[in-house]
């Protein structure tokens, strides 16, 4: 198989890692990096190897090239999406998008033009998730009843862009919040559609820095809830789906302990989830491991090769829409909190 020719936007710390991963299959091949400062691409393609560029008009311009993978603050992904998409690029660009309405916008652009688009959600693509969305689907745990996520983490100094709301104006619900809402879309595909979203939110100088609310959606009142910070004493990343006749559980639903972080395995933690039926003691819980071959940054970008090979393919096109249903909920919580006033 002749690999997906990739250039890349940003050469930050998230792109780095896919850099690595690009480095692990064979489906994939970095060939370009563009940065605004030419200085930044030498250093990151130095290390990581393809050619450095200046500038994302020059990158996505190029015939050597077959898509982009966009690792720049939200404020900027948009114009560099539909660049890409323009000169005929499959877009494979990091969450969040700018809006909702941004993020049909570059879904109807990607159709229109017969291109892959899709966001750079790797749980997605973990073998976990697959055998998850099974037993919701066979009927295993029953109807879903509700969905309760927490990821919580330390992401550096406030100089991070994370704190930066001209850069990332969605705070930790684009960041953390992100991955709690796309849990529902990947899991319980039938409650994509929600009715009532209720949030509160800490703001640090405009930036939203911690978040929790209930988002109930329209199929037999399902709800999500979720709590993500910036502030937290420990990392965390729990989830417990409750069904009608079982309820399954995890503490590492964003990376699994097992393979997810490249350079960081740890196999004395198998993936995998525990599942709960009845009236049982802790004893009874049943864990069932998931195994995968690789970290599902990897399986991720494999997926993205494979819907740039066939980007109007029922895959690809339920990839993108994905990414839209995913904003939706993170704009209608966003719509909910009360935002603090403009300091004078």
């Known amino acids: 198989m002749i690999p997906l020719r990739l250039g890349m936007v940003g050469t930050g710390k998230i792109a780095g890692k896919h850099a690595v991963a690009i480095s692990m299959t064979d489906k994939v091949e970095l060939v370009a990096v563009a940065s605004r400062n ?7 393609t130095a290390k990581h190897g393809g050619e450095p560029v200046e500038g994302f008009e020059a990158l996505c311009a190029r015939e050597d090239i077959d898509a982009v993978y966009i690792a720049v603050p939200t404020a900027a992904k948009e114009e560099i999406a539909l660049e890409a998409l323009m000169q005929g690029k499959h877009v494979l660009v990091e969450k969040p998008l700018a809006s909702y309405e941004s993020a049909k916008k570059l879904m109807k652009m990607a159709r229109a033009k017969s291109l892959a688009f899709m966001d750079a959600t790797h749980f997605t693509h973990n073998p976990r998730t697959l055998t998850l969305l099974g037993l919701v689907l066979d009927e295993d745990i029953g109807t879903p009843i509700s969905l309760t996520a927490s990821f919580h983490a330390d992401v550096g100094g406030r100089e991070n862009i994370r704190f930066d709301p001209e850069l990332e104006p969605y705070g930790v619900l684009g960041d953390l919040g992100w991955y709690c809402a796309r849990l529902v879309v990947d899991l319980v595909p039938d409650a994509i559609e929600y009715s009532a ?3 509160y939110g800490k703001f640090e100088k405009g930036a939203l820095v911690g978040v929790t609310g209930v988002v109930t959606y329209m199929n037999d009142g399902f709800r999500l809830g979720f709590d993500c910070s ?10 417990t789906l409750v069904g009608t006749k079982g309820i399954i559980s995890m503490d590492d639903f964003v990376h699994d302990w097992e393979r997810a972080r490249i350079g960081e395995e740890k196999p004395q933690f198998p993936a995998g989830f525990r599942l709960r039926r009845g009236r049982t003691d ?3 819980v049943k864990f069932v491991v998931t195994p995968g071959e ?5 399986s991720m970008l494999e ?4 819907y740039a090979g066939d980007p109007t393919g029922e895959e690809a096109r339920s990839a993108g829409w994905r990414a839209v249903w995913t904003q939706e909920t993170l704009d209608a919580i966003w719509r909910s909190l009360k935002k603090p006033k403009p300091e004078a």
């Not at 030419?38 to 990151?44: E, P």
């Not at 690789?294 to 990897?298: A, M, P, Q, R, T």
């Open 197 to 199: 979203c209720q949030a």
């Open 282 to 284: 802790p004893a009874m």
């Open 230 to 239: 910036f502030t937290a004493g420990a990392f965390a990343q729990d989830m």
């Open 38 to 44: 030419l200085a930044s691409a030498q250093g990151f």
């Open 294 to 298: 690789k970290s599902h940054i990897i």
């Open 303 to 306: 997926a993205f090769a494979r």
